[in-house]
């Protein structure tokens, strides 16, 4: 079930995942509601703006660039479940957070290749549902999410990472 639009909520889970200060998201949403006026619309564009501007923050915040991958793609996941609230297409945040998903892959000491996680809701996503591919050639081709996915709110396809593994199932430093 998709709840609908809470801006507590959001705000909450930014401050208690993401480690904003409550004290800075209540200032500029002070700012933003003085410059814009009390309204819901109003609202969630100040949401959209400081999640936008979050996002930024995340990226310079972590020196452990694996650790910084790991916050980006949670991060990313969330905002395109707040476009799937909205019932709004998705689809660039589920890349974002794919993309980071195989960065963070990248930095393995271990070979690894990916699989796609499709679904049965999509023609294309079905069509290539557990499709391994080097790890590599992911980052490179980047081939979901699909552009023309059939699903109303955008392609939901993911990554599964897995390691090489040699023939007495250990894994394989590269």
Known sequence: MIRPYNFARYRALLIEKYEVSDTEFNQQHTAWIARSGPSLESEKAFLWHFLEYWATVLAERYS???RRYQQLQAFYLALWCFQIVEEKDGTNYMELANYYKLKTAELAEYKTYVTI??????????AIDGKATPLEEALVNQPIPYANCSRPHGCICCYGVHGVRDLNGRLVLK
């Open 117 to 126: 996680i499709g679904g049965t809701q999509c023609a294309a996503a079905e």
């Open 64 to 66: 452990n660039v694996t």
